[in-house]
């Protein structure tokens, strides 16, 4: 199993880096994790955006989910536009949300009706069942946010991948993640956040949940580019004691063996 991160930026993009999303693949199998703004155009280099077998949407906020809106336009009008539509997977209230936006965007001779279905094959996940998707197997697991949102354990042949999205301090996440091969975790603040609308974890905390997981190794994303890298890093690198790396666009990590390289955008 392989991850392709496209963008790792907290709530606003950071320099040359977009939101959150993260490109899976295992055998003939390719999913995308969250589409945050700025993400759409590494996706393009990658990889010609009809060959995705799913996305999965962890939920709905804006920095995980606004590139759909641009997908939609090139599914719908971009050169080689056919009748396929590519399966979104929402979190449960997330049909709603995509109904508020269409109701917003259409225009002209657009409907609201199928803005998004013309080109989206529209479907919930069900949290409290497996979702398979090829040959991987995805689990969720709710984290402590200030609107519903699903942490992801994906699964194919002994490897293991967690996506932990946004989330505060949630003792579950730590035994959701037991044994990871990689997990992905936020690192968003500074200094821990304190009273009834904690939603979001510092580097230590990060590096500290990973270690509790017994992970084998960890990549920090959702970050401001303004706290450091090399800081993220080393905080935590602290808490955990394993391998860290820090989301950057094209970074391609290996999930079984945590070995991270550098990748460029290449030809489709």
Same mark, same amino acid.
């Given at each position: 199993?392989?991850?392709?991160?496209?963008?790792?930026?907290?709530?606003?993009?950071?320099?040359?880096? +977009?939101? $959150? +999303?993260?490109?899976?693949? %295992?055998?003939?199998?390719?999913? !995308?994790?969250?589409?945050?703004?700025?993400?759409?155009?590494?996706?393009?280099?990658?990889?010609?955006?009809?060959?995705?077998?799913?996305?999965?949407?962890? %939920? @709905?906020?804006?920095?995980? @989910? !606004?590139?759909?809106?641009?997908?939609?336009?090139?599914?719908?009008?971009?050169?080689?536009?056919?009748?396929?539509?590519?399966?979104?997977?929402?979190?449960?209230?997330?049909?709603? @949300?995509?109904?508020?936006?269409?109701?917003?965007?259409?225009?002209?001779?657009?409907?609201?009706?199928?803005?998004?279905?013309?080109?989206?094959?529209?479907?919930?996940?069900?949290?409290? &069942?497996?979702?398979?998707?090829?040959?991987?197997?995805?689990?969720?697991?709710?984290?402590?946010?200030?609107?519903?949102?699903?942490? @992801?354990?994906? /699964?194919? /042949?002994?490897? &293991?991948?967690?996506?932990?999205?946004?989330?505060?301090?949630?003792?579950?996440?730590?035994?959701?993640? /037991?044994?990871?091969?990689?997990?992905?975790?936020?690192?968003?603040?500074?200094?821990?956040?304190?009273?009834?609308?904690? +939603?979001?974890?510092?580097?230590?905390?990060?590096?500290?949940? $990973?270690?509790?997981?017994?992970?084998? &190794?960890?990549?920090?994303? %959702?970050?401001?580019?303004?706290?450091?890298?090399?800081?993220?890093?080393?905080? $935590?690198?602290?808490?955990?004691?394993?391998?860290?790396?820090?989301?950057?666009?094209?970074?391609?990590?290996?999930?079984?063996?945590?070995? $991270?390289?550098?990748?460029?955008?290449?030809?489709?």
């Amino acid at each position: 199993m392989e991850v392709l991160v496209l963008g790792g930026s907290a709530a606003s993009p950071n320099p040359g880096q +977009g939101c $959150a +999303g993260y490109l899976v693949t %295992h055998g003939s199998t390719t999913i !995308l994790l969250d589409c945050g703004p700025g993400t759409l155009p590494v996706l393009r280099a990658a990889t010609d955006v009809r060959a995705i077998d799913a996305i999965i949407i962890s %939920h @709905m906020h804006a920095d995980h @989910m !606004l590139d759909l809106v641009p997908l939609r336009y090139g599914l719908k009008y971009g050169p080689g536009a056919t009748a396929y539509r590519l399966p979104l997977w929402l979190p449960p209230d997330g049909r709603e @949300m995509l109904e508020r936006l269409a109701a917003a965007l259409a225009i002209g001779r657009e409907a609201v009706t199928d803005f998004f279905e013309s080109v989206f094959a529209l479907a919930a996940y069900d949290p409290a &069942s497996p979702l398979r998707i090829g040959d991987l197997t995805i689990r969720f697991q709710p984290t402590q946010h200030p609107v519903p949102c699903w942490a @992801m354990r994906i /699964e194919a /042949e002994g490897q &293991s991948l967690v996506y932990l999205a946004d989330t505060g301090p949630e003792a579950e996440l730590a035994r959701f993640a /037991e044994g990871a091969d990689l997990v992905i975790c936020e690192a968003t603040l500074a200094s821990p956040e304190l009273g009834s609308t904690v +939603g979001h974890l510092t580097p230590q905390q990060a590096g500290a949940l $990973a270690a509790e997981a017994g992970a084998r &190794s960890l990549l920090l994303t %959702h970050y401001w580019v303004e706290l450091g890298p090399d800081r993220l890093r080393a905080d $935590a690198a602290d808490a955990f004691g394993g391998p860290v790396l820090v989301a950057e666009p094209y970074l391609r990590i290996g999930v079984a063996t945590g070995a $991270a390289a550098p990748d460029t955008p290449g030809a489709l």
